[in-house]
């Protein structure tokens, strides 16, 4: 008999920064349902259009993930997982949700002029933002 999974709580689980090893225990050994795809906006305050481009989902499919529970894809549940870790490291860095989604939406040389925000395609990308949150922590002007 199979191990039964556990519901991920990235509320009480996840750590504020952008972890592979947390994200990659957090896939394999957890139940990373659809629900968090709420949790995602909930925590992230961003339109569903926003998500579902973040997520390389069209908006109808993240839509019809978010009315049914079921387990997600692998890749979808790492990318929703860094996201959910990135905001709150963001939230933690900036003080608020508001504060930060004005960061990420604000061309910045860091990132060839171009938004934060448009970066949250991959996992690679979450993963400088969440390098630049930490630079700010440590009092670069990013």
């Known amino acids: 008999m199979g191990q039964q999974k556990k519901t991920y709580d990235p509320a009480d689980d996840l750590p504020a920064y952008v972890s592979e090893p947390e994200m990659l225990y957090a896939v394999r050994k957890n ?5 968090y795809l709420s949790r995602l906006k909930d925590i992230s305050g ?7 481009t973040s ?4 908006i ?6 978010k009315l049914t529970l079921s387990t997600m894809k692998p890749h979808l549940q790492e990318h929703v997982l860094a996201l959910i870790s990135l ?3 963001g939230i933690s860095v900036f003080g608020n949700q508001k ?12 990132f060839d002029n171009d938004q934060p925000i448009n970066f949250f395609t991959t996992i690679s ?7 630049r949150l930490t630079a700010i922590e440590y009092g670069d002007n990013v």
């Open 31 to 35: 139940s990373v349902t659809t629900e």
């Open 46 to 52: 961003l339109k569903d259009e926003t998500l579902s």
């Open 55 to 58: 997520l390389n989902l069209s």
């Open 60 to 65: 109808k499919t993240f839509r019809n993930y």
């Open 87 to 89: 905001y709150k490291h």
């Open 99 to 110: 504060q930060f989604n004005e960061w990420l939406t604000k061309s910045n040389h860091f």
């Open 125 to 131: 990308g979450i993963r400088y933002v969440d390098d």
